[in-house]
């Protein structure tokens, strides 16, 4: 089962690299994981770590690319 925590709970978790206000602007984006809930965004913790993980590692293998 996913983990759904709101916009301040999440940016109040230490393991959570973002401010409240760059979750803001990530879901009216719409790249932030998670489900509207009634006047509320949920957000899926375990899918925003795995996609910060993946934008670490993609911008590992970009800067090794450079001469």
């Given at each position: 089962?996913?983990?759904?925590?709101?916009?301040?709970?999440?940016?109040?978790?230490?393991?959570?690299?973002?401010?409240?206000?760059?979750?803001?602007?990530?879901i009216?984006?719409?790249?932030?994981?998670?489900?509207?809930?009634?006047?509320?965004?949920?957000?899926?913790?375990?899918?925003?770590?795995?996609?910060?993980?993946?934008?670490?590692?993609?911008?590992?293998?970009?800067?090794?690319?450079?001469?």
């Amino acid at each position: 089962m996913a983990s759904l925590f709101t916009v301040r709970q999440e940016a109040k978790n230490p393991e959570c690299p973002y401010t409240e206000h760059r979750l803001r602007l990530m879901i009216a984006e719409g790249t932030c994981p998670g489900v509207p809930v009634g006047n509320r965004f949920m957000i899926n913790h375990a899918a925003l770590m795995e996609q910060v993980n993946a934008q670490s590692v993609a911008n590992v293998r970009t800067e090794a690319a450079r001469p």
